[in-house]
C-alpha cells in the first residue's frame, strides 16, 4: 500500500508541478499528448516560458519522463539548497567580468537539462555531451539555432579512447558504453569516440569560467572517475545521478566517491541526483 501511495503522491505532484511550469492549459494539452495514445505524431512540442524555442519530445520514448523531472519538479533547481548562493553569485562576478560561465552537460540525452541549464544561466555557454546517436540527434534538434549551446557527439570518458554501445535493445536513458579497441571512424556503427573533461574546458574557455558539470551517464561514472579526476578540484558544484541501484554489486559509484573525497565538499539531494558544492 505504501508503494502504491507513494506513486500517486507523485503524480499528483508532477501534475501540479507541470500546471506551475506551463500553466493549466499548457499542462493539459502537455498530458493529452503524452499519455493519450491519439496522436499520430512522432513526436510534439511544449512551449516552456523562458525558453527560445518549444521543447521537442519523442513520442514512445522516456523524454516525457526527463521533462517532467526536470521542468515540472525542479529537480535541478539549485535554490533548493543555501550552498547554491555561491554558485549564483560565481555567475554574476563572471558575467559582470565579462566572462562568460561554463556548463558542462554529461550525459545530455534530448536535451532536457542542457535547456533547464540554458533557461536559468541565459549568459552561459554550456556543453552538451551525448553519445548514443539517436539521443544526439534529438540533442541536436531541441537546440538548434541556439549559439549558446554546443553539442558534442561522444562519451565523456577519463582518457581518450574509442567505446561501443553495450545495450542498444534497452530504453534511450538507459544507454551504457565500454571501451573499444577499433577506432570508431573505421569500425562498424554503434562507436563513437570519447572526450574528456579537462579536454571540454580547455577548447572552450578556462577553469576560471566553470559554473558547474553535471553528470548522468548511466553507470559510466566509474570509467570517468578512475583515473585523471584533477579536474574535480577545479569545479564548484558537480551534479550526479549514480546508478548502484540500477546496476547492483556493479560499484558505480565508488570510484566517484574517492576521488570526491580528497576534496573538502558537502552533498545535497535533489530527487535522483547528488549536488555535490566544493570548497
Not at 516560458?49 to 519522463?65: A, M
Not at 578512475?226 to 546508478?243: A, K, M, Y
Request: with cysteine; charged share 25%.
Amino acid at each position: 500500500m505504501g508503494g502504491r501511495s507513494y506513486k500517486i503522491g507523485r503524480n499528483v505532484s508532477r501534475w501540479l508541478g507541470a500546471v506551475e511550469c506551463l500553466g493549466l492549459p499548457g499542462a493539459s494539452r502537455l498530458l493529452y499528448e503524452a499519455y493519450s495514445g491519439i496522436s499520430r505524431k512522432s513526436n510534439y512540442e511544449v512551449n516552456v516560458p523562458g525558453l527560445h524555442q518549444p521543447v521537442k519530445i519523442r513520442k514512445k520514448s522516456t523524454d516525457i519522463n526527463a521533462f517532467m523531472q526536470i521542468f515540472a519538479m525542479g529537480e535541478y533547481a539549485l535554490d533548493n539548497f543555501a550552498q547554491s548562493s555561491k554558485i549564483f553569485q560565481r555567475y554574476n562576478n563572471l558575467v559582470s567580468r565579462g566572462i562568460r560561465p561554463l556548463i558542462i552537460d554529461c550525459g545530455a540525452n534530448s536535451g532536457m537539462a542542457t535547456l533547464w541549464w540554458r533557461k536559468m544561466f541565459p549568459l552561459a555557454k554550456i556543453v552538451a555531451i551525448e553519445a548514443a546517436a539517436d539521443n544526439f540527434a534529438a540533442l541536436t534538434r531541441n537546440t538548434s539555432g541556439d549559439e549558446a549551446i554546443k553539442c558534442v557527439h561522444a562519451a565523456v570518458w577519463s582518457h581518450k579512447t574509442t567505446v561501443k554501445l553495450d545495450n542498444p535493445a534497452d530504453d534511450m536513458w538507459a544507454f551504457r558504453f565500454s571501451e573499444e579497441s577499433a577506432p570508431a571512424s573505421e569500425s562498424q556503427s554503434g562507436l563513437t569516440d570519447t572526450v574528456t573533461i579537462q579536454e571540454i574546458v580547455e577548447e572552450e574557455a578556462d577553469w576560471e569560467s566553470v559554473l558547474l558539470v553535471k553528470i548522468d551517464i548511466e553507470g559510466g561514472e566509474r570509467q570517468l572517475f578512475s583515473e585523471n579526476t584533477d579536474w574535480i578540484g577545479r569545479v564548484p558544484l558537480i551534479i550526479i545521478e549514480t546508478h548502484d541501484s540500477l546496476q547492483p554489486y556493479d560499484k558505480t559509484s565508488l570510484n566517484f566517491f574517492r576521488a570526491v573525497s580528497a576534496y573538502d565538499f558537502e552533498v545535497c539531494f535533489s530527487g535522483e541526483n547528488a549536488f555535490v558544492y566544493l570548497s
